[in-house]
């Protein structure tokens, strides 16, 4: 997905700096509306192309005039056919608002993709804003494990899918579990074999016994018998069965943790020449891989939400203090010295005061300019200073900072801004707490916050997560770090620590 987005942009800046751009598009190759393009930007133009071929349009207007180029279709594909660790049945593929695919099907090569209906599970999924991973029938009708994204740039709205068949998934442990009924199977046969074989065997010191027992019983206890000699071996016989049956046993719990995706289950080799069980463990090992790159995609997937809810509220935050805001005071200005009438103009300069003090808030709420001038700390502290001027709460912050030599990031005060206000204001909508404390520490290798109210306290175990805490938790996550709750009456604490060593990368 970040490889295509890039690739667009790329594309569209290319174009836009460009003066004389090459590849224009030729008009007739295309049937478009009167109200085509209302601005520039870039458009998915495959449902005006006359044959229906993929084109991800560049669109630049200049006066009445539109210059418009399409992304060579190879660019795009050389990238949705990289295959990489998505097996035999794997492939990615993009698809349109009218749910027609966008990209060559790999498993339908001859079709035009825009003739392809892709109404499925993860496209409408995505196309309401939602980015995630399922399992789901793919336009094929056939059960696949997908992951799927919205790929939102100027005008075109794009979802990117990456499927895998569930049968090829699902193949390894079908493989094990055939394997270990086939090995059980062949050492049940092999036991009752011994087991007859051994019978005879078994009966001969049986009947020596039998023998010198009748001796002793007539009274000679001078004789000897060596039946003590073939009486070990079988007891050792056994005990080598028992060993073989808990080895068995220990293999096929394993497998089955492993089915249940329980990954750290811990299963060691009898020996070096225990081939399933290494078998297991490289399985094991595997899923733990897949896993954990699943994991780091999720995550990469919260970021880049969250990064762009944080930008789009830095965008409206800026728009309101730098385009609403100079509006009215230019307006106040005009009041204050052309409306001639007292009482008209201390009621209009009230009402104009109240609405700039408004914007303000506004602006602050959304991305306090603060944190840019004067960090978290600053922020945070003028935050809870509003809190105590408006409510009878008690807000007690404490800002242990290192100020000018502070390593904490940007994005690190945004996130740990966001969590000291969701913190806030569950306490004051939930918690009927009358003290807050909340400390603010930097150390050399992480930042600790820690945030006490003397509310009513919640159930962890029990509570109904709102989207609060879920918050509070993805941006800890994000951040690579680590959060510990405590709740009690009068008592709730949450611990969270952030590393501070380096921005965290984005992919």
Known sequence: MVQLERLIQNEWNQFFEDSNPEGLIDSLEFTFPNTKFPASGIYDLTPYHNQNKTSIGLVLKEGYQSKVKIIPYSKIKNILLERTGMGQTGESYLVGEDYRMRSQSRFLPDKVPNTILVKTKGVQQALEGKSGSGLYKDYRDVDVYGVFSLIKISKLNLVILSEIDESEVMAPLIELRTRLLTLIAVITFLAVVLSLFLTRIIANP????????????????????DFGKNSNEIKEMFQALDNLKKSLQGAVNFSNEIGKMNLNTQYFPKSQNDLLGKSLIKMRDKLIEFRNKESKNRINTKRQLVDGLEKERQRLARELHDGI???????????ENKIENDKERKQMKTIVDDTISEIRSMSNALMPSIIEDFGVGAALENFVENINNSTTINIDFEDLTKQDESKITKTQEIHIFRISQELINNSLKHAKAKNIKITLSEFDDFISLFYFDDGIGFNINTIKLGSGLINIKERVEICQGKIKISSLPNNSTFEIELPIEKEYETN
């Open 325 to 335: 805001g100079p509006l009215l005071t230019s307006l106040k200005f005009y009041i």
């Open 206 to 225: 049986i009947i020596n016994m039998k023998k010198s027992l009748k001796i002793m019983a007539e009274g000679d206890y001078e004789q000897r018998n």
